[in-house]
């Protein structure tokens, strides 16, 4: 009950297009929803977060759309560009919870 | 930017050495976490760190980690007798608080138990 389902493994996307990743959960308790993107060698570094009282968060070129009641939440990437490409990951975690629950992980490319 | 750092970048140890892993967390945080990525794998919560004390850790935290704050700026992380298992990266992570939730990331540690 405390995984994060994350998909697809990987990815590979055109330049200019729309980058679509997924995840699920099962524990209720959940309430904050990051995502994070991670560059080879370097750590997770926050992408945008959701908290499950709005449907939709969007910063930039980055969109979290969030249904509570499929329990599940995607990350968009519009326009993905060639500095994009890196792994994402979603994580979840409870409202005065300490830790961290990751997904998988989505390695991403964008191709020029 | 205020950001997380850790040292050393790679740290190289025979197994059953010990082995500590240094943070230095966002100034005014008050919450320290410990997560490891085994290589290609997902990243997972080891133990988190609160008012001198820890206050969750996971299964993986066994009694050969122990985690510390020995002054106010450094937070480390012990590993009393490596075994080869615990190659991994390590990541070092701070908090403003339980309630404000974004954590932040040092660029980690790998650790390489021969």
Known sequence: QQQVKQSPQSLIVQKGGISIINCAYENTAFDYFPWYQQFPGKGPALLIAIRPDVSEKKEGRFTISFNKSAKQFSLHIMDSQPGDSATYFCAANTEYGNKLVFGAGTILRVKS | ?114
């Open chain 2, 1 to 114: 930017e205020p950001e997380v750092t850790q040292t050393p970048s790679h740290q190289v140890t025979q197994m059953g050495q010990e082995v500590i892993l240094r943070c230095v967390p966002i100034s005014n945080h008050l919450y320290f976490y410990w997560y490891r990525q085994i290589l290609g794998q997902k990243v997972e919560f080891l133990v988190s760190f609160y008012n001198n004390e820890i206050s969750e850790k996971s299964e993986i935290f066994d009694d050969q980690f122990s985690v510390e704050r020995p002054d106010g700026s450094n937070f480390t992380l012990k590993i009393r007798s490596t075994k080869l298992e615990d190659s991994a990266m390590y990541f070092c992570a701070s908090s403003l608080s339980a309630a404000v939730k974004p954590q932040h990331f040092g660029d980690g540690t790998r650790l390489s138990i021969l």
